[in-house]
Every structure is written in structure tokens, then in C-alpha cells.
């Protein structure tokens, strides 16, 4: 079946600008994540939804950045007033529910972002 | 803030040798997963370890959960060119934020 989708791949800006990153995550996934990564880093957590609310949204860096999954399913990820430290690559990742036996992340491809 | 160390940074090994990498977390885990990345991919999942002093093995991948809790060990038996990657670890200490680690990058050496 379809993995976990995200788009763009690459998205160039200039600072400044409002950027909106999307994910589609695997059918029937109630659990959703959203994390950074930076060149030779860790996933750095940003949020996580379990359905549509945000059940923990701890590691956003600043009220910048924003995530909504208003049914549950697609989320967006955006970013106002971009600078030039949010570049990296923003992964989305997604698993059947989250805790017990079932929480085995599926990540997406990740979308580059750069913001010039 | 919970930090999730890795050691070592970098591992160069001949191919057929082994390997093993160490997470350590400041604060007990509820559970612990490990994830490669292969260059230019993203995480994908290998094993979640939930018990207390848990060993599990995939075929030449042993892992281990500490007894406490906050470490955790991955050791590869007679590496491959296909093991190539960095290897990550994750946990929750109690919720289900995931912290992942700062990561293994391993290479093998034909």
C-alpha cells in the first residue's frame, strides 16, 4: 500500500515569506509526528496529533510554526515569517496509534526547505 | 531537557567484522526504538524493545534494553556493504514524544 506522503520534496523561500509543508499519512494511522532534521542530526520532535488534536506540540520553537490535521488524517505544517535557521529537512511520520504494541513509525520522504 | 546520547559518532569497519552502537538517555524510557537511515533516505524502522533488560535478535541484529531503562545497545554480527547507514535510537519517557538520538553512522569497508 501507499507509504506516507509529503509535499514538496524541496521548497525554496526567502526569508521573510509564510511556507506550508504538507503530509499524508498511511490509511487508518490515528498517530501523526512532525520532526526536523538538520545535516548529521537526530529527528529533532516538533509536534505529535493523535486524531485531530495536538497532543503534544512541546517542541515547536516558537509561535512561528503551526500544525493543524483538521480530519484526522492530512496534516500541514507552517511556518510564518521564515529565517534562515528553519532550514532543514522537515519529516512527517505516522503509525497505526500511538503506544503499546502498534507505534512503529512510518516516516515519509521529508520535504527540503531552505529559506534564502 | 531529556538529551539522548549516542556513542560512537562514526564507526569505520571491514565488512565482516561487527559492530555495536550505545544510546544512552538521561531519564528512563518508557519503551525505545531503533531506526536506520540510509544516505539520503529517511528513518525506517527496525525493532521496539518495551521490557526491562529485553534482548531481541533480527537475524544478525541483537538489541538490547537496559535494566534500567535509559540505555540501550544495537550490535551487528558480521557486518555487510547493505549495513551501511546511521543507525538512531528514540524513546519516550513518558508520553509519547519521541527523542531520538544523536546517531551512529556506521560504514563498512569491502
Known amino acids: 500500500g501507499a507509504g506516507v506522503s509529503q509535499t514538496p520534496s524541496n521548497k525554496v523561500t526567502e526569508k521573510g515569506k509564510y511556507v506550508e509543508l504538507r503530509c499524508d499519512p498511511i490509511s487508518g494511522h490515528t498517530a501523526l509526528y512532525w520532526y526536523r532534521q538538520s545535516l548529521g542530526q537526530g529527528p529533532e520532535f516538533l509536534i505529535y496529533?493523535?486524531?485531530?488534536?495536538?497532543?503534544?506540540d512541546s517542541g515547536l520553537p516558537n509561535d512561528r510554526f503551526f500544525a493543524v490535521r483538521p480530519e484526522g488524517s492530512v496534516s500541514t505544517l507552517k511556518i510564518q515569517r521564515t529565517e534562515r535557521g528553519d532550514s532543514a529537512v522537515y519529516l512527517c511520520?505516522?503509525?497505526?496509534?500511538?503506544?503499546?504494541?502498534?507505534?512503529?513509525?512510518?516516516f515519509g520522504p521529508g520535504t527540503r526547505l531552505t529559506v534564502l | 531537557g531529556q538529551q539522548v546520547m549516542q556513542i560512537p559518532q562514526y564507526q569505520h569497519v571491514q565488512e565482516g567484522e561487527d559492530f555495536t552502537t550505545y544510546c544512552n538517555s538521561s531519564?528512563?524510557?518508557?519503551?525505545i526504538q531503533w531506526y536506520k537511515q540510509r544516505p539520503g533516505g529517511h528513518p525506517v524502522f527496525l525493532i521496539q524493545?518495551?521490557?526491562?533488560?529485553e534482548v531481541k535478535k533480527q537475524k544478525r541484529l541483537t538489541f538490547q534494553f537496559g535494566e534500567a531503562k535509559k540505555n540501550s545497545s544495537l550490535h551487528i554480527t558480521a557486518t555487510q556493504t547493505t549495513d551501511v547507514g546511521t543507525y538512531f535510537c528514540a524513546g519516550p519517557p513518558g508520553t509519547y514524544k519521541y527523542i531520538f538520538g544523536t546517531g551512529t553512522r556506521l560504514k563498512v569497508l569491502a
Open positions: 496529533f493523535q486524531g485531530t488534536g495536538a497532543a503534544d
Open positions: 531519564t528512563t524510557l518508557s519503551n
Open positions: 524493545l518495551v521490557k526491562s533488560g
Open positions: 511520520a505516522s503509525s497505526l496509534r500511538a503506544g503499546g504494541m502498534y507505534n512503529e513509525q512510518f
